[in-house]
């Protein structure tokens, strides 16, 4: 009986299959393999459609991309009562909220119907005229949304969750060598003249994902010159490959998984291209990694290359001494995140040189060693500091263990961090909570701290904290902001 029968699905990687196969099994089919059983969240074994009475999706922005297998997947399951749970149901804009509409059904009518809700909500907003949008949202959201945040206060106005302190601590700092102000310089003038060229090329899918591209070698140049290079191109960040999207709507949807690949961003490339700023290379330096500009910036970075430091690790070195100090019996045991797995491999070998002990977690570690490097963490009083990737370790895990959190560069969806931050202010936590948040001064930096905060304010104006506004994703425009960083 459906009714008292429980499933979950989407907590290992054969029921993610499931879901992102769909009804009957069809990616299976499609690729020419063996017919796949029907799954049981669609179909019962006598072959009848499977109906629940109620279905519950966790992290349920993880669907936010309405042309996604797995978002089309949940679209189809049947269920009497559907509950999205996020702590994020808007990260780039009111877009975001559709798919959670559509999965709910009828009853949100007509904001279930992608057409009625382009019409009614996102044409306006796009028009300039967003304040009727919001406040249609803002309507339809007191009746279905029950929100609770750390700062809810029940009936007689005690907190409903009792948490320690926490304090986000922005540390913006100038360049500390004139060495590395100059390579940066040097990055960001080559990659707006790069970029200048890109616009013209009328490719508006190519245009794209390569000016994302420009932008990520800038945030590089402000971590550590020697990201500059190719090797630097190994580091996917766990990203989803831009050559599984081919439309520029799925390209918007999926900004911030492209946003975090560097490199080619999965484009086929048919003539030889500088690997840093793209640019394509004579036929006589076709074997070539790197354009001349490029590679006069990396003999600038190759300065920096074995275990010369940047200012970036020399203040994260500063700040692991300053909590060390803070009780050098027990010290307070500190997380330290960052999008670039190419970035904690630099990281890595200084930390172990100050003799702190350290475990690392990221996507290229098996399940098995993520499992080691966290009871490493938990139980090892001699651990003291968690390497660990932004995109791997911003959800899911329980990080109480550690009360200092070190942010080594921002991400523009401030959403994200905010997650990585409460990995270890939640519940459980005994000790005041520090975030801090490193960034270089006058860089990108300032601007994609500058765009967190619009995005950040649109997510609460559709939630109804404050007056209407129009709301953006990561656009091309907003890309070209962050590019005059």
Known sequence: NPKKAGRTAGGSSDDEAELSDGPGGKKSQ?????????CPLFTKEDGSPMR????????????????????????????????????????????DLFPLLRFIGPSVKPFNDYAQFQEKILKPMKSGNGKGAIFKIQALLKIILLRRSKE?????????????GKELILLRIPFRTSEESQFYQSVKERMMNRMAKISASG?????????????LRMRQATLHPALSSDKADADNLEATDAKNTSTVEDLEDKVDELAAQIGGMGVTQAQAKCVICLEVLPAEAADAAHCVGCARQLRLAETFDGMQSST????????????????PKTPKKTIVFSQFTSFLNLIEPFIKKASYGYTRYDGAKSADEKTRALDKIKSDPKCTVLLISLKCGSVGLNLTCCSRVILMDPWWNPSIETQAF????????????????????????????????????AANQALGTEAAKKMNKLSVAEILYLLKG
């Open 203 to 215: 490719d508006l899918q190519r245009s794209y994902m390569a000016k994302l591209t420009l932008l």
């Open 312 to 327: 970036k690790v020399a203040r994260l070195l500063e700040l692991l001494d300053e909590i060390q100090a803070e009780d």
């Open 152 to 164: 809810s206060r029940d009936k007689a106005g005690n907190p409903i969750l009792k948490l320690p």
């Open 422 to 457: 409460d990995r270890s202010h939640r519940f459980g936590q005994r000790d005041d909570v520090k975030c801090y948040k490193i960034t270089i001064a006058d860089t990108i930096e300032d601007r994609i701290l500058e765009l967190q905060e619009q995005k950040q304010s």
């Open 52 to 95: 629940f009475w109620s279905i519950i999706l966790d992290e349920a922005h993880g669907i936010k991309n309405r042309n996604a297998q797995k978002t089309k997947a949940c679209f189809e399951l049947r269920g009497t009562y559907k509950w999205c749970l996020t702590g994020t149901p808007i990260q780039n804009g009111v877009e």
């Open 30 to 38: 499609a690729k020419g393999k063996k017919k796949a059983k029907p």
